[in-house]
Nanobody, 121 residues
């Protein structure tokens, strides 16, 4: 089993930045896809960014973003400290929500508890 813990959320003004972290309890040896989801009040959970683990293959290390965050958010995969990041710049009110980290392998599906991001003036 792998536990994921998100951190880095908080209250920020529009136009501000935050860097979210997703720490895994141990190294994930399998190829994985790491996703960040946003759960906004009254809305469906939305996938905002995803990245495949480095390795062989056409899509190794490839990152993809929802249109709403493209150009503002940057995702990174798990580093040597088993931590991934989501750098969020130029935040808007619509970015408010709980951000959850998810790691999928061929056989497992891990979720963190989420970290709250509130964009408010």
């Amino acid at each position: 089993q792998v536990q994921l813990v998100e951190s880095g959320g908080g209250l920020v003004q529009p136009g501000g930045s935050l860097r979210l972290s997703c720490s895994a309890s141990r190294k994930i040896l399998k190829l994985y896809i790491l996703n960040w989801y946003r759960q906004a009040p009254g809305k469906q959970r939305q996938e905002v960014a995803t990245i495949t683990s480095a390795g062989t293959g056409l899509y190794a290390g490839a990152a993809h973003y929802d249109e709403s965050v493209r150009g503002r958010f940057t995702i990174s995969g798990l580093n040597a400290q088993n931590t991934a990041f989501l750098q969020m710049n130029s935040l808007t009110f619509d970015d408010t929500g709980v951000y959850l980290c998810n790691v999928k392998t061929a056989t497992d599906d891990y979720w963190g508890q989420g970290t709250q991001v509130t964009v408010s003036s």
